[in-house]
């Protein structure tokens, strides 16, 4: 789960991670007011418009921008950003609209830096990231200039350890800035893997963090994910979701229990269990490839969905329109062969469905499963394995585009 800005920099507050003043605002007035109280609060004219979508580059798009005249020239900015369809390397060509704004005091700054962490799965710790690139994507550093990514592995007995704070803070070079802004990146450190912890988060990033001229640390930008798997911890996730930034079809999958994740394919893929769902868009990103075939969606109905689930589901899959076909992909455990294959019957006679569909049912029941699917009267094509169904529903999709 994805938060705004100024949402993240509300939690870094509440762990004593310094931030620059600011307040968010859903209307140009209202931007307008907040200006004005910010230059009153800081004694300065300088504030900045902040565009609020759940994508990095935003700056770079149009969506940052800094009202050098006062609480007017803020009001004439947020006119611009308020409403645009923000377009960055994260949104792709389509953009994002912005619905809301963040407006912020404006800052004299020394230097800028990129400070992150996530989880190394690998290692199973967390991971800080330092780079002296910071206003950088840290994905084009890595690829330009890896030797500018400085990285530090917390072990979780013991928690971020100052020393490894201390290794960051001399290796970005904070000691050329003043005597104390190292011991105040130690703090912030600390501050941030508390939180990170603390939260359940998956990606903590402050892209840019900035050093000021009197020498304190500061987080200019807030990025945060959290992890879904931690959400029975955090009633409080659920007011901070933007559901206007959220993929519609995927939240209607979590309404109804379903594990949902869009993509850019043609195959819609209806599995039970995340590690088959996995190893059937593989098989097909496979057979697939040369046809420019690959799968439109993850989908993990689960091992005790119903009938109805599964009819919700494939109501889901063809609400995209790049969908060319449709493979289902069954291994009945705690799942049974003939639940699905109702579900699947229903389905395509309720939704009167146009693409090609290939099962593949494996398991419990499954000779009852595949005389419901033969006796349905439907034009499905049965596979006997995942690789003879992958191959199927390829040629499936291939034959069509010609």
Known sequence: MKIHEYQGKQIFAKYGIPVPKGYPAFTVEEAYEKAKQLIAETGSPVTVVKAQIHAGGRGKGGGVKVAKGGADDAKALAEKILGMQLVTHQTGPEGTKVRRLYIE???????????????????RRIVFMASTEGGVEIEKVAAESPEKILTVHVDPATGLMPYQSNQLAFGLGLQAFGKDTPKKFVKFMAAL??????????????????????GDVMALDSKINFDDNGEFRHKEWAELQDKDEEDKVELEAK??????VSLDGNVGCLVNGAGLAMATMDIIKVFGEKDGVSPANFLDVGGGANQEQVTKAFKMILKSDKVKAIFVNIFGGIMKCDVIANGVV???????????LVVRLEGTNVELGRKILSDSGLAITAATTMADGAQKIVAAVAGGAK
């Open 346 to 356: 229903a389905a395509a006679k309720e939704l009167g469905l146009k693409v090609p």
């Open 105 to 123: 005091q404006g800052l004299e700054m020394q230097k800028e830096f990129y400070l992150g962490a996530v989880v190394d799965r690998d290692r």
């Open 255 to 260: 309404e109804a229990g379903l594990n949902y």
């Open 193 to 214: 893997y508390e939180c990170f912890v603390k939260e359940d988060c998956s990606l903590l990033e402050v892209n840019p963090l900035v050093v000021l001229k009197n």
